[in-house]
């Protein structure tokens, strides 16, 4: 009944192939495993007996012809790897990939395939590597593609045919870290992955967020990790929900980083003698550049950046006038028509904030890591500077639960209790706007100071 499920001889008639030592270049055709055969044919006979026998439910004949219609496709997907492995021959002996233009083939294959580059460059790996007869066998389903594709690795790092043949009855990942353990790393590549250590910060297209990416060393990595752990587990408050872990190794880097600036500020240069002293004041880093009008009309929406120019919005806006100052600058094409800074909470004011409130005024919080001053009405909604608009917060409830969470404190908590409510939403009415002959009348009442009839 699923005879036609079959795209090779029956199971019988196909033996295992044992492994030899020849060189994976050369053209012995009992080369690779044919285990997997074994396996689809099972899968087919099970379909075919369920089918046949009519004593099983429908639910379970149908996860059986599943199960079988997946081999089959897979089996499918192997022959169609194993063509497309021949035609990369191909172009690698008449050298396609220079005469079109691309510096090697696996830019060509992943262009002409509109594949990952890993994948490409797999295929490239077997085509330079696999004899056509090897290719021709992937072709007509004999062996699978990544069969091969993971035992050619493997002979390649050194491992004998004994150590392959052990590997034939583990998954393809558990053969993939065989291959890693196998692989040799000598001093020189020690060297090399060290001096090729890099990390790299590239801007979204839109500016909203940057992706980081890099190459550690796995000694290098394995500190980094280990410490932005046991940093992000410190950031958590008790009782508050916990991120992710990559969350909190974000969250841990940034932290890192900023007590970094913190603790080693950048020196004013020595004034001239006669001259006044200049204020030791560091340009700062968390500066953000509103093009006004736009960014104040937006409500900070829009027009807004850091001073490396990536996009930032309103919450970034009031953090920045907690911690940092606002750069205001209006600009008509090339000309600055205003520039002009807002400075942030003073210095004195600040310290006598955090010695009135002796830490997180958070009700029930103990955190004490960067305890910082927060405007409790944020300035961008009309709030001021004053000793009664300000609170001290922790890290925590600062940077993640307020500025980038929305929640906001309400005003009318205790000073040294203060609770946090949830952020602000709206269901999205709207009251219609008076029309303009009722509009004027009121304006006109309001200018004799009498009440509407």
Known sequence: MFDYLLDYQEAGSTRPSPAVTADVRGSHPGMFMTRYQRERQAAYDRARHMVESRSHLRPDVEDAKAEAALVREQAAVSRARGGQVAWVKS??????????????????????????????????????????????????????????????????????????????????????????????????DERRIFEGQYVAFQPSLDGSHVRMNGRLGSFEAEICRAALNRRGEKLVPAGEERPNAGHRRALALTTLCQDELDQHPVVAPVAEPGTPSPRNRREPLLMVVANNPIAE????????????????????????????????????????????????????????????????????????YRLEVHHILERSRGGDHSP??????????????????????????????????????????????????????????????????
Not at 118 to 132: C, E, F, G, I, P
Not at 175 to 183: F, I, L
Request: include cysteine.
């Open 91 to 188: 172009m690698l002996r008449h050298n396609s990939a220079a005469r079109l233009g691309y510096g090697n083939p696996v830019d060509l294959v992943a262009s002409r395939m509109d594949v990952h580059r890993s994948t490409a460059r797999d295929m490239v790996y077997l085509a330079q590597r696999l004899d056509d007869s090897h290719i021709e066998r992937i072709r007509e389903g004999e062996v699978a593609y990544v069969r091969v594709l993971e035992e050619t690795r493997l002979r390649e790092a050194g491992a004998s045919a004994e150590e392959i043949t052990r590997t034939r009855d583990l998954d393809l990942d558990s053969v993939g870290r065989v291959v890693q353990q196998m692989r040799k790393v000598t001093r020189d």
């Open 297 to 368: 009309a937006s409500g900070f929406e829009r027009g807004v950046s850091v001073l490396a120019g990536g996009r930032v919005g309103p919450g970034t806006v009031d953090l920045i006038q907690c911690s940092g100052r606002i750069e205001n600058i209006t600009v008509t094409g090339q000309d600055i028509t205003h520039h002009g800074s807002v400075s942030a909470i003073r210095p004195g004011l600040r310290r006598a904030v955090l010695a009135r409130d002796e830490g997180c005024t958070i009700d029930g919080c103990s955190s004490t």
């Open 388 to 453: 009664e608009n300000l609170t001290t917060l922790c890290w925590w409830h600062h940077h993640v639960a307020v500025h980038r969470r929305g929640m906001r404190i309400d005003p009318q908590s205790p000073p040294h209790r203060r609770r946090l409510l949830p952020e602000r939403r709206t269901c999205g009415y709207r009251p219609p706007l008076p029309d303009p002959y009722t509009l004027a009348a009121l304006r006109a009442l309001a200018k004799i100071n009498r009440a509407p009839p």
